[in-house]
């Protein structure tokens, strides 16, 4: 089974759209959870860490719920330059003492005027 | 220059040649990291380094060597690579290692084995 998985999409939303991507993870014990951005042909940059409350930041909610081992990521009012692939990534200690990153294969946006 | 950088930006080799990706950070940070993304994959780490030494090899095979001289160098040196080799090799690093800081990546070499 995969570390993280994730619905490759794509997605193809209008400006303003509000959108929503989901992830699951398989170890339970994994802690840290975080969202990256990758823009087509460029380096996955973090765009948010997801914390157990939830938390937001601008038009992005993230939430995690622990029991499901599930995360999601809301974007609401798209704009242009939301058009990405957003990957889902996840701590897990599996084979590290100090744990590694493990991506999703990554959603892909693309938002239309 | 700051960030992550690496060279080349993209790289076409035979299965016979042996050439080096190099990757140099300027964060002054203590762990780095190869990756490797082929198309519809998600991203796979190969290698981990932690004060100059490695402290995870992710089963990769022989024919890809790293180097890591000091903590913000990082090399893969590549020799008789096959097709299915070719890829987004993405360097990384972060202040300490662990999953629990967030890594920063270079912008990739794209290789191309023929």
């Known amino acids: 089974r995969k570390e993280v998985e994730q619905d490759p999409g794509p997605f193809n939303v209008p400006e303003g759209a509000t959108v929503a991507f989901n992830c699951t993870y398989s170890n339970s014990a994994s802690q840290s959870f975080f969202w990256y951005r990758q823009d087509c042909r460029k380096e996955p940059k973090l765009l948010m860490s997801v914390y157990s409350s939830g938390n937001e930041d601008g038009r992005f909610t993230a939430q995690l719920n622990r029991a499901s081992q599930y995360i999601s990521l809301l974007i609401r009012d798209s704009k242009l330059s939301d058009s990405a692939t957003y990957l889902c990534?996840?701590?897990?200690?599996?084979?590290?003492?100090?744990?590694?990153?493990?991506f999703g294969r990554g959603t892909q946006l693309t938002v239309w005027p | 220059e700051t960030g992550v950088t690496q060279t080349p930006r993209h790289l076409v080799m035979g299965m016979t040649n042996k050439k080096s990706l190099k990757c140099e950070q300027h964060?002054?940070?203590?762990?780095m990291y190869w990756y490797k993304q082929s198309a519809k994959k998600p991203l796979e780490l190969m290698f981990v380094y932690n004060f100059k030494e490695q402290t995870e090899n992710n089963s990769v095979p022989s024919r890809f060597s790293p180097e890591c001289p000091n903590s913000s160098h990082l090399f893969l040196h590549l020799h008789t690579l096959q097709p299915e080799d070719s890829a987004l090799y993405l360097c990384?690093?972060?202040?300490?290692?662990?999953?629990?800081?967030?890594?920063?990546f270079g912008p990739g070499t794209r290789l191309t084995v023929l």
């Open positions: 990534v996840v701590n897990s200690d599996r084979g590290s003492t100090l744990g590694r990153l493990y």
């Open positions: 964060l002054g940070h203590n762990a």
């Open positions: 990384a690093s972060s202040p300490l290692p662990g999953g629990n800081n967030e890594q920063f």
